[in-house]
């Protein structure tokens, strides 16, 4: 036999049996290094973007008053944000958190005037935001009432309760001690706030990512009937969802508390649309199941970086809500609608031998 022969043979499927597949073609280096990175980092390229544009527009941006005014104003919807993220990761939503934020001003400065203790002001405060969270997982889990429908009632009620005790148009906060813990004080260099809302947002990612409880969510999330037929205890995760989302927002209302020096029943409007905005920025999905507590945050300082920008430059408040819902639409097409593997896909075909674009 002949070596061509030979050769013809040994290539040669054997009889009754198919050819192997051919093997995929790989994406070239560049395109797959391109998939690979944009799905995670666009969050980080965005806001690096949006930092570059607010350094050309406004010589103030880039100063750190500025900067400190833009943290300070974030820490508070970023720990609201973080509750709200892990409510949004079941599936549901939490519009009550601006009315608990509100009302943790009111009952932390009304307590504060009592000469009720720093300490146990705060502790008891928490405790009621915490309560009316209790009370959402409730309505949601017992009385089986949507989660919109739910906090949207709780909204109501916290509302009209925090004006009722309230009595007056706002109750001035005097406390130093109070005001150094949430406000004005240092850890480790950084504002209290700061550090705050670093605390939250590392120890969420941990529960997240390395906790039974932080996985089931995302299983609830992702399908509630399979994860009750795998044995999950549904039913009491969600509660405790709803109520540490009561408690950060209790939590962000100290900081507010304390940055405004006053408690009112005015002061949380708009902020569960802020938290909601932030958490879809950050690549949530509303049909749960998806995201993390870290891309949350890091939406809080896309809206805000906007907002400032837009302050600085001297845009009126109407045009600044037109443009926060065009971002806030975007961030839904990037992150629930495939944007941001469509993107990805349109780029690795044109530089490369990916996969069809918005495929």
């Known amino acids: 036999m002949s070596q061509n022969t030979a050769s013809t043979t040994a290539q040669s499927p054997a009889p009754g049996s198919s050819a192997a597949p051919t093997p995929p073609k790989r994406t070239s280096g560049a395109a797959a290094l391109w998939r690979r990175i944009l799905p995670k980092s666009y969050l980080i390229l965005v806001l690096v973007a949006i ?100 906090t949207l009632a709780m909204m109501s009620a916290v509302k009209g309760f925090s004006y009722i005790i309230q009595s007056t148009s706002l109750i001035q906060i005097l406390d130093k001690s109070f005001i150094e813990v949430f406000a004005t004080g240092t850890i480790l260099g950084m504002k209290t706030p700061v550090a705050i809302f670093l605390l939250v947002m590392v120890v969420a990612a941990l529960v997240a990512k ?12 992702g399908n509630p009937e399979a994860a009750r037929l795998s044995g999950l205890p549904v039913a009491r995760n969600l509660i405790i969802t709803y109520t540490m989302s009561g408690f950060l927002a209790g939590l962000a209302g100290l900081i507010a508390a ?35 507590p870290i891309s949350a945050v890091i939406g809080v300082f896309v809206l805000a970086t906007i907002i400032n920008i837009m302050n600085l430059v001297g845009i009126s408040s109407e045009p600044q809500l037109v443009i926060k819902g065009a971002v806030i639409v975007i961030a839904v097409f990037l992150s629930s609608a495939g944007g941001v ?15 069809p674009a918005f495929s």
């Open 210 to 221: 390395f906790t039974t409880f932080g996985r089931s969510l995302y299983a609830i999330g």
């Open 258 to 292: 304390a940055q405004l020096r006053q408690g009112s029943s005015l002061i949380g409007v708009g902020y569960e649309l802020d938290a909601i905005a932030a958490v879809v920025v950050g690549g949530a999905s509303l049909m749960g199941g998806k995201g993390d």
């Open 51 to 150: 930092i570059i544009i607010g350094y050309y527009v406004s010589a103030d941006f880039l100063t750190v008053r500025n900067a400190e005014n833009v943290i300070a104003a974030a820490s508070i919807v970023a720990v609201l944000a973080v509750g709200q993220f892990f409510v949004i990761l079941t599936g549901g939503i939490d519009l009550s958190v601006g009315s608990i934020l509100a009302m943790s001003t009111v009952i932390v400065a009304l307590t504060l005037q009592t000469g009720m203790s720093a300490g146990l002001s705060i502790a008891f405060t928490l405790l009621c935001c915490a309560l009316a969270g209790l009370v959402n997982g409730l309505l949601v889990v017992w009385l089986r009432i949507p989660p919109f429908i739910a």
């Open 341 to 355: 593997q469509r993107i990805s896909g349109f780029f690795a075909k044109r530089f490369g031998h990916g996969r």
